[in-house]
């Protein structure tokens, strides 16, 4: 199900086995989700065809939902094996779903789940799920050919070589078909744009001396989800020491006034769109220290210089060679990629530091991409670190910040 409500309308059903027409799932009047649906499956489709895949076994909550639509319970989904989808390279895909949460979807063939875990005996119930999973794949005509999986638990991967399916990875043709979003899907990334925005602005303006770090998280995560927003990634708030290194969360620490306060968005918006923002302020009234100062112009000045340079049309080795360089004293704690992809999750592609390994040198940014370029500065040893980062996609003449909330007024005018 899409961020958003749900109006019933009357209809029955077959038990045990449904094409759920019965449900209208409202995301956003802007928004046509048979469309989003539709041109999703089609990426998807095209995708395995040139990969030579017949059929893909997906258990990645974003795949499934990227297959089909639906959506259930997706934090728990991802740590479970309790939904897939089996998608044809030709046709419509059907959808093993969680039984008490087949009516919270539409317009896909769907039918209960048979799980193996949280049984004691979970080789005979992985054994009844491989049964189902064959029969729909047969049901299909899918032939003999491997059939292309995204995560699978030990029992069910077992279960299905028992079965006799010979399986392959699905991720070539996963994230190939995600890369270039859908015009749909671009007016989702519009549409939560500015969500993302205002949570960041009542963030800003909760920040005083006294507060905590976890404070500060519940206000920004309350005004996402009260906008429509679906769940956090991650809690990534945090002050003063807690600064440097980067990736660390939340904590019941107590903002002095001076600290320096950084926040990264990892929302999960409406729809399922994966904003991930970075600001970072100074708390108070205090002016930055020198120091401070001068680790914040270093971050403004890369990312907004990495942004200026991404056009269609570059490769992901010619990005890296033009990027901004990072200043020696922030490599050694410098962030895991300088440009990643955004949709349902992160995804790809994504362009390394010069000094690492670039894995897809050759990959093309096109338009219609979503990426986040974002950046953390911070030297080994010191109190303070700064961390940047912007949602921008990709159009023909370069790219447009989707949600563009000023950099920290106290920065100014480095950062005005």
């Not at 029955?12 to 989700?33: A, F, K, M, N, Y």
């Not at 620490?253 to 729809?271: K, M, Q, W």
């Amino acid at each position: 199900m899409f961020g958003g409500f749900v109006r019933l309308r009357g209809g029955s059903h077959t038990p045990g086995r449904v094409l759920l027409s019965t449900l209208q799932v409202v995301l956003d009047p802007r928004i046509d989700e048979d469309a989003l649906r539709a041109g999703r499956l089609a990426r998807l489709q095209a995708a395995m065809a040139a990969h030579g895949l017949e059929a893909c076994l997906l258990f990645s909550e974003p795949n499934v939902r990227y297959a089909t639509g639906a959506i259930t319970m997706p934090i728990w989904s991802m740590s479970t094996f309790t939904r897939c989808a089996v998608v044809p390279a030709v046709g419509q895909p059907i959808l093993f779903e969680h039984p008490n949460s087949m009516h919270q979807v539409r317009g896909v063939d769907v039918r209960p789940m048979h799980a193996w875990e949280f049984y004691d005996d979970a080789v005979l119930h992985a054994d009844r799920f491989a049964a189902d999973a064959g029969d729909a794949l047969r049901e299909l005509g899918i032939g003999d050919g491997p059939v292309a999986v995204d995560r699978l638990g030990t029992p069910g991967f077992l279960a299905l070589q028992r079965a006799g399916l010979t399986l392959a990875d699905s991720s070539p043709a996963t994230q190939e078909a995600r890369e270039v979003k859908t015009p749909e899907e671009i007016a989702l990334f519009r549409l939560n744009g500015p969500l993302v925005m205002q949570a960041l602005a009542e963030f800003e303006a909760a920040l005083a001396p006294g507060v905590t770090e976890r404070e500060l998280f519940a206000v920004y995560a309350g005004g996402v989800l009260t906008r429509g927003a679906e769940y956090l990634a991650t809690n990534t708030v945090c002050s003063g020491p807690n600064t440097n290194p980067w990736r660390a969360e939340a904590t019941d620490r107590v903002v002095a006034e001076g600290d320096l306060v950084y926040i990264d968005t990892d929302t999960v918006g409406i729809g399922g769109c994966f904003f991930c923002v970075s600001r970072t302020f100074v708390c108070g009234d205090a002016a930055p220290t020198p120091a401070q100062r001068a680790t914040y112009d270093a971050a403004l000045e890369w990312v907004q210089g990495m942004t200026v340079l991404i056009r269609p049309g570059m490769t992901c080795a010619e990005l890296a060679g033009a990027a901004p360089v990072v200043p020696q004293r922030y490599r050694a704690q410098r962030y895991e990629v300088m440009v990643h992809s955004v949709g349902l999750e992160e995804e790809s592609p994504s362009v390394c530091h010069p000094e690492d390994v670039q894995s897809n040198p050759d990959r093309v940014i096109r338009p219609g991409m979503v990426l986040v370029v974002e950046t953390y500065m911070g030297a080994v040893g010191e109190d303070h670190g700064v961390k940047l980062g912007d949602v921008v996609l990709v159009t023909d003449e370069g790219a447009e910040v989707l949600a563009p909330y000023p950099y920290a007024r106290s920065f100014a005018p480095a950062g005005s």
